[in-house]
């Protein structure tokens, strides 16, 4: 009775309800959302609600590296000029998405599904770690990049993952961590700087 | 095969494409909440796209205010506990959600749907004035608050209703302009705090 006083249709309360449960959208925004979908054609809307449930259907995990694929294995994975020798071990989809962005690297991923987290109860077994391992020995893996995120629990599955991978016979390296591009020193941070003068290259 | 290579999935892409047409929703926001649905369980995407198609096949003008409603008569007007001799004017169906809200009002509605604008090409018959001048004849109404934006269009509109509604014996009313409750003088713009000081109301 309350909802339907507050929007006198309880289809409209429905939707912003629906819509109000995404992240970062509050009521108000929802209700803009709802109101605009109300206006336009019927076809936007449709688009929308087909959109939503084909992703959440039919998206799967690549059987090689884990990213999200419309197919068993993904388009990076099956694409040839990709270089297979170079493996880049991310925490999460979206950080493929970032390096892409880029434009720097032209190798395949490996994606975890997370960092080791014992707060947050996540152990290695619930990562794709066992399966990196498996993968280095069957495929011509001759670096693997490690690039997780610059906190102690990337760095804790960093550590994890180099002894797992003794047995590998290529290079195992990290990001490079230092002063983002445009930083100003006097607003980095003391650890950063530190790492970035002794992690420093030659100049050319 | 740009989306192919940006996304590594046609489907997420497609689900980040629908919900970037929305309102002030950028393809970073966008990525967020397809990637949210991903996580979530398959209800959340089913719920979301049930509440919006149920919302846009099946939401209907009421039929006395024109306010959206879900039956033929909405449930305002047809809530027996309102005063069916007091109609409030206003623009759009937002606006009936904001004076709901301030819960200063308990009498009826009428949604113009917009108001007279001729550098939008929105003229008089565009609105429902015709079908509001036809309810105060009918119905048994009377005072008229003429509630629209405090914009030349809205004045324009005012000006217009009120000409039409020469025959009507009641009282026709519009809301107080003024300052903000909060606000402090010297933010006011002229013209506002001129209005305020002209409508002055006694101190009691």
């Known amino acids: 009775m309350q909802a339907m006083a507050e929007y006198s249709s309880i289809l409209l309360e429905n939707a912003v309800e629906a819509l109000s449960k995404l992240p970062g959208i509050g009521k108000k925004t929802a209700l803009r959302l709802a109101l605009h979908l109300l206006n336009e054609d019927n076809v936007q809307t449709e688009q929308l609600a087909d959109a939503l449930l084909k992703m959440k259907h039919n998206i799967m995990l690549c059987e090689r590296c884990y990213n999200i694929s419309d197919t068993k294995i993904c388009s990076i994975c099956s694409n040839p000029r990709r270089d297979e020798n170079t493996l ?106 530190g790492r970035s003068i002794q992690n420093r290259t030659a100049f050319n």
Chains 1, 2 share one sequence.
């Open 88 to 193: 880049c071990v991310v925490a999460d989809m979206r950080d493929v998405l970032a390096i892409e962005h880029t434009a720097a690297y032209n190798g395949l991923y490996h994606v975890l599904g997370g960092v080791i987290s014992p707060i947050e109860g996540i152990a290695p077994k619930d990562l794709k770690i066992e399966e990196l391992v498996q993968r280095v020995q069957t495929e011509d893996i001759r670096e693997i990049i490690l690039a997780l995120p610059a906190t102690i629990e990337g760095d804790t599955t960093n550590f994890y993952i180099y002894r797992q991978l003794k047995d590998f016979k290529g290079k195992v390296t990290v990001i490079a961590k230092g002063i983002a591009v445009g930083d100003t020193l006097e607003y980095v941070d003391e650890i950063t700087l």
